[in-house]
């Protein structure tokens, strides 16, 4: 449980950063998030496309990157209260009502209950045994994420974007304790998309709720 911790906080800290970055440039604190997902996958996938396929290695890459999002961090929120921290990445909340408050219950209960199953099982579904973790363990096995030779063909033709995000818990971890949170990741970046989206669209709070 110790080395999870700590991987998810390797891999989190540069997520963090980049989304604090941009949502002060952007002056748009949902579609930061969105971007800065985007750009901690395009890390992800640079990593396992140039560094062999090596605990050494991701540990390397991953601590010297979190370093630098821990400065990054630390200078930009400096003398702030942690209660202010999170208000700055939370403002765009609508809390005021109580039908307001009981919907970000519901959608944190879901949150919550399915990080729980994401954290104690690993993902064990037809397509995860076959190509998706099936795929993660062969290039750790290999020690690269260059083709290979199989006949299960969807390990083949299948893209591999997903597959490079859960191999840097993976190969961190050592194992597949982490594997389902990059789909756990993806849920909550569809429930803050789909709130801005609505907004984008007109609808007002409720709206915006329900979208979510």
Same mark, same amino acid.
């Given at each position: 449980?110790?080395?999870?911790?700590? @991987?998810?906080?390797?891999?989190?800290?540069?997520?963090?950063?980049?989304?604090?970055? $941009?949502?002060?440039?952007? !002056?748009?604190?949902?579609?930061?998030?969105?971007?800065?997902?985007?750009? %901690?996958?395009?890390?992800?996938?640079?990593?396992?496309?140039?560094?062999?396929?090596?605990? @050494?290695? #991701?540990?390397?890459?991953?601590?010297?990157?979190?370093?630098?999002?821990?400065?990054?961090?630390?200078?930009?929120?400096?003398?702030?209260?942690?209660?202010?921290?999170?208000?700055?990445?939370?403002?765009?909340?609508?809390?005021?009502?109580?039908?307001?408050?009981? !919907? %970000?219950?519901?959608?944190?209960?879901? =949150?919550?209950? @399915?990080?729980?199953?994401? $954290?104690?099982?690993?993902?064990?579904?037809?397509?995860?045994?076959? #190509?998706?973790?099936?795929?993660?363990?062969? %290039?750790?096995?290999?020690?690269?994420?260059?083709? #290979?030779?199989?006949?299960?063909?969807?390990?083949?033709?299948?893209?591999? !974007?997903?597959?490079? $995000?859960?191999?840097?818990? #993976?190969?961190?971890?050592? =194992?597949?304790?982490?594997?389902?949170?990059?789909?756990?990741?993806? %849920?909550?970046?569809?429930?803050?998309?789909?709130?801005?989206?609505?907004?984008?669209?007109?609808? =007002?709070?409720?709206?915006? $709720?329900?979208?979510?």
């Amino acid at each position: 449980m110790l080395v999870a911790a700590l @991987t998810c906080l390797l891999l989190l800290l540069p997520l963090l950063a980049l989304w604090r970055v $941009l949502a002060v440039r952007t !002056g748009e604190v949902r579609l930061a998030l969105a971007l800065a997902a985007l750009g %901690w996958s395009w890390l992800a996938v640079a990593i396992a496309e140039a560094l062999p396929v090596d605990r @050494t290695w #991701y540990l390397a890459a991953w601590a010297a990157i979190a370093l630098g999002s821990a400065v990054v961090l630390g200078r930009a929120w400096a003398g702030m209260r942690v209660r202010d921290r999170v208000r700055e990445l939370t403002r765009w909340w609508s809390l005021e009502q109580p039908w307001s408050r009981a !919907g %970000w219950i519901a959608i944190a209960a879901i =949150g919550a209950l @399915t990080l729980l199953t994401a $954290l104690v099982a690993a993902p064990n579904n037809w397509d995860s045994m076959v #190509y998706h973790l099936a795929r993660v363990a062969v %290039w750790v096995q290999l020690g690269d994420v260059a083709h #290979y030779a199989t006949h299960i063909e969807p390990q083949l033709y299948q893209p591999p !974007g997903a597959e490079e $995000l859960i191999l840097q818990g #993976y190969v961190l971890a050592g =194992g597949d304790a982490l594997a389902a949170l990059v789909q756990w990741g993806a %849920w909550v970046g569809c429930v803050v998309l789909a709130h801005r989206a609505a907004q984008a669209l007109g609808a =007002g709070a409720r709206g915006q $709720l329900a979208a979510a």
